[in-house]
């Protein structure tokens, strides 16, 4: 989880656990699924798997990018680094596999960019 201690680590679930139900609640469901949805991955080193919401961008059909706020207090965009890792996003009603891969740039944002399998 992130690196702020219990507090915020409790915190942080609660505020992601109210995200995730808002995301399927109707009426504000559909409004907030726009640009945000979450991503399910399995932990590098933990072998768990995790569910997260996430806000995002398109970049075209087959391509979305996620800004990572607060990076260096979170560490589930690690798993990304490296070459990548698969991961699965829930977009437009529909569960899709892909492959995101982490980057920091100059200035020491974080980006996840995925790149979605294509649908069969």
Not at 72 to 87: C, E, L
């Amino acid at each position: 989880m992130s690196r702020g201690g219990p507090v915020v680590d409790g915190v942080a679930r609660a505020f992601n656990a109210g995200v995730s139900a808002l995301l399927s609640a109707p009426g504000v469901g559909p409004l907030l699924r726009r640009g945000t949805t979450t991503i399910t991955y399995t932990g590098r080193r933990s072998g768990r798997t995790f569910t997260t919401p996430i806000s995002f961008r398109r970049r075209g059909e087959d391509t979305l990018v996620i800004g990572v706020m607060a990076s260096n207090a979170k560490n589930w965009w690690r798993n990304f680094q490296d070459g990548g890792h698969p991961v699965g996003v829930r977009l437009d009603d529909v569960d899709r596999t892909g492959h995101g891969v982490a980057s920091r740039d100059d200035a020491g944002r974080v980006t996840v960019t995925v790149t979605l399998d294509p649908l069969p």
